[in-house]
């Protein structure tokens, strides 16, 4: 779904995913026009092979409340704009994931990112994309829809 905004015109792909969601992922690059895939990596023989090299960490709504609130962390939003002033996270920062690829050089690298969605899918291509920058980064659990559910203030 976001790979348009990630892969270059005619760049290799290479996939790391299961053998039954192949065929499906294949078929939905190649509708968006990415066609140069080069092969895939099945995603648990990795893991249980203990070559998965990096990860990032998540944290709950309720451990982050207080970094978020002290300004300890920087908080960005990768939602669409329209989510986003539909009701947001007191101190976040709107950057949409589309985007952000491109723009990864321009947030500062002096506190820990966390990143947030509605749910935590898309703050987790997020955190992937930003640690690959270089940044320390938490995804938010369950995003605005977990904050909202904890009775946290939002902005409206």
Do not use: M
Request: hydrophobic fraction near 40%; proline fraction near 3%.
């Amino acid at each position: 779904k976001w790979a348009g905004f990630f892969v270059g015109d005619g760049e290799p792909v290479y996939l790391l995913t299961g053998e039954p969601q192949l065929s499906e992922t294949l078929r939905s690059l190649r509708s968006i026009g990415i066609d140069n895939v080069q092969g895939f990596f099945d995603a648990a023989a990795v893991n249980n092979a203990g070559l998965r090299t990096e990860s990032y960490r998540s944290e709950t709504v309720e451990e982050l409340r207080p970094k978020i609130e002290r300004g300890e962390v920087k908080l960005i939003d990768v939602r669409a704009a329209t989510e986003y002033r539909e009701g947001r996270i007191d101190h976040a920062e709107h950057q949409f994931l589309g985007y952000l690829l491109k723009k990864a050089g321009e947030l500062g690298k002096e506190k820990p990112i966390v990143t947030q969605c509605l749910s935590g899918v898309r703050s987790a291509v997020a955190a992937s994309i930003l640690q690959r920058a270089g940044y320390a980064v938490i995804n938010l659990k369950g995003g605005y829809k977990a904050w909202v559910a904890a009775g946290f203030p939002v902005q409206r």
